[in-house]
């Protein structure tokens, strides 16, 4: 692929439209979903609509584009749907109603504030919303003026949204954020809360049991990780949840759990060699679940006795926020299926014909379809204490001699690269197609091993999770891959850490790209949004001196790797601080490194034109140091 032709496929994965979120019907006729944009422009967010399709692939957009819509939910009886809209300004979101017969549209309820989840009552009379309360009002709404002070963050609310009459009542416990929560329709609610309403708070949620009606809390579950996806049982009297170590707030890979209601109760493991991503009640014994093995997918059927009935497994993802749903009858489930080079779509699973597969209704990746990708496959190597790891490896067309090898570092650090469009990740498929050898490594810490494997990180971070990328080096060169001498290292947040980390470290690379990292941990503990999770990595009994040893700032001294810094300008969990301070400290030790920080960007990039730019930064990075192009 030309130099041409290869910056046209990298706008084309950036334009690329991703179906998300998808909910069939009650009847199963009909499936709703997003459908999002990957990047925006200067002051207008990425594009979000809401669609249908049938179970034929009949698609049509439900919502124009002058508004972003999201959270599709369909009411019991599947005559309406509710779903969250925004003028422009997340902030301020409001609940709409669909009327299916009619197509008509209208606002329900009085909320002004940012929606995250909406919920029904089994009846359809009512809605239970969590919504984070809207900032920027009152004297300090000057956009030039930054204002501090307790509580640190806005809260996040529920509120009871009546259908008939639009009354809005706020029903949730008072000094408490929510984060997670499901109702039986009445003045019963379970839910993950903490009295820190910072993003940090999360980290150390606990399980409630609400009484909507006296707006009281009652603690049943103090875990010792983090929780998600608290689901009340159909009779009202349990419920289970999933329990691991995570440092997504969306996307926690973990152990189910089943615990009664009543304080002092302690929760029961159900499978728990299971690594589920994902839960919903399927009736009173038995739950639907998505799951990670290594990093295949599953999904299927798991009794609370611990059976487990597997549906499907395969080289596949169900997205980022994987999740499978089904209608009224249990007959089909419906989920996002993406593999290495097939684009992620609304897809559908027949229960009773499991062995079918997953049968896409939608194509609005048909053209990324189209892309010509190089190879991709599952690697595996031996870790220097004789683990076996894995990781995905995306060869270049090139041939000619050992190509250049860049080690790709994923985030989180609770997070795996998968069988996920297009090779595993995006800019992997370009580099390998720019000449490269791409090694997407899987090491400790990564999820779906289990939580033994998941929890090697803490009180360790970058040590044996860098010895396993470096014995991934090892297994590349031994197994004639790549040039041992041209090799190359990237990461985005964790993985920016890993990549500033590594090169303060070792001598192996010659050259990397740290994106939207944290390189001072004492710093960012008491200036980011997330310093809860530091809690969770560190364990020592002087958690200064170790966030000290484990900033790259503090070795940087020892580097002389040449080192690219990207980051966004108001990244509110790596705050460009960060970016400043490796940059000056490896100017201080003589390293070639350049900064370049983004107007506008959070923790990652959105606007079209600092997408691209980015690609072609970091291919040039690498051309120039292991390649010796200018």
Known sequence: MTQHARALACEALVRGLRPTDPRPSPDGRLVAYCLRGGFSTPGSPPPRSIWFTDLDGNSEQVTDDSAAAVSPRWSPEGGSLAFVSSNGSPARTSLQLLDLATRKTHPLGTLDASIRTILWSPAGSSLLVLAEDAEG??????????????????????????????????????GLTVWEFDWDGDRTAVASVSIDPTEGGWYGATLARLDLAERSVTTIYEPDWQISCPRLSPDGGRTVFLEGLSSEHDSLVGTVKLLGLEAGEQPVAVAPGLDASSIEWRDASRLWFTARHGMASSCGSLVLDGTIEQLWRGEGAFGPQPRVGADAEGRRL??????????????????????????????????????????????TWTARDGLELEGLLVRPRTSGGAPPLVVFVHGGPTA????????????AALLADAGYAVLLSNPRGSTGRGQEFVRAIVGDLGGAELADHLAGVDACVEAGICDPERVGIIGASHGGFIAAWAV???????????????????????TCTIAGLDDVLFTGPDPIADYVAASPVAHARNSRTPTLILHGEVD?????????????????????????????????????EHQLDLWRRVRGWFDKHLKGET
């Open 137 to 174: 009002d009152g004297v300090d709404s000057d956009p030039r003026v930054r204002r501090f002070s307790e509580p640190a963050a806005p809260f996040r609310r529920l509120f009871r949204v009546e259908v008939a009459s639009g009354e809005t009542t706020e029903v949730g416990p008072e």
């Open 504 to 526: 303060t470290q070792t001598d192996r690379f010659r050259a990397s790209i740290a994106l939207a990292g944290v390189f001072d941990y004492l710093s960012v503990h008491y």
């Open 334 to 379: 419906v989920a996002i299926s993406e593999t290495l080079h097939d684009p992620a779509e609304v897809s559908v699973l027949e229960v009773e014909n499991p062995e079918s597969g997953w049968r896409r209704l939608t194509t609005h990746g048909s053209e990324l379809a189209e892309l010509p990708l190089p190879e991709a496959e599952r690697f």
């Open 416 to 427: 795996t690269w998968s069988y996920a469009f297009p090779c595993g990740f995006a800019h």
């Open 572 to 608: 509110p969990y790596c705050p460009v601080s960060q970016a400043e301070e490796l940059y000056g400290a490896l100017v201080e030790a003589g390293v070639e490194t350049e900064l370049v920080v983004y107007p506008r960007e959070g923790h990652g990039w959105i606007e079209l």
